[in-house]
C-alpha cells in the first residue's frame, strides 16, 4: 500500500473516532482535543487543537523528533507533539492516542484522584485497572513528558491516564479502540461521581476481569 494511501486511510480513521467521540456527548464544551495515529516507526499523523467537524486535510504529518514534514500545525498542537510520541516510544504496539478535556476524567484529574476500574465497560475495551494520575507540568514540557513516560513505565498495563489539572491520554491499537475507551472511562468517571452521592461505588468481585473474558471468548466462538 502506498504511503499517501495509508495516510488518507489512517485520516479517515481518526475523523471516524472524533465525530464518535461527539456523539457521545464526552468532548469539552470547547470541543478541544488531539487525536493522533501511528504511520510508522518514526512519524504520525496529528489533529489540529479542535477537531469539531475535522476533515482529513487537516491532519499534519509529524516525526517523533516534533518537526512537521506535511502539512501545518498551529502553535497548539506543536505543543503536544512530545506528549504523543512519548507514549509512542513506550509502547510500540500502540496504534492511536487521543486526548480529550471530558468533563468527568477531567474531574477525577484536577482531583489527583485515580479512576477506579468499578464498570465493565472499561473491562471490556482495555483498562482492567485504576486510571493512573501523572502529576502536573506545564502543558508539552519536558516536566509533563517525562511525568507520563515514567508512569508508563511504573505502569506497563495502563492503556490512560489522568493529566492532573488537565484531562485524559488514552491509548490503543487503533483510532477505534481508544476512541471506545475514552467513552468508557468517561461514563465510569460519572458514574463514580454520581454514586458519591448514594454511598459510594464498590469494587468488582475477584474474578470479574476473567468472568467478562470468558463472556466474549463464548460469543465469539
Known sequence: MSDARVRDELAGRLVEAAEQ?????VMAHSGHANLSARVDGERILLTPGHVRGLRPQQLATVGFDGRVLEG????????????HTAV???????????????????AFAVAHRPLPCRT???LRFGQAED??????GPRGSDVS???IAEVLERRPTTAAVLLANHGLLVFGPDAAAAAHLVVAIEESAEAEIAAAAIGGAVDFPPGAQEAVRAAIAQVAS
Do not use: C, D, K, N
Open 120 to 122: 465493565e465497560p472499561m
Open 131 to 136: 486510571v493512573p494520575v501523572v502529576p502536573w
Open 88 to 106: 509512542y516510544r513506550a509502547r510500540p504496539r500502540v496504534g492511536a492516542i487521543i486526548h480529550t478535556h471530558s468533563p468527568a476524567a477531567t
Open 21 to 25: 467521540l461527539f456523539a457521545a456527548g
Open 145 to 147: 513528558v517525562r511525568g
Open 72 to 83: 501545518e500545525l498551529q502553535s497548539v498542537s506543536a505543543e503536544i507533539i512530545a506528549m
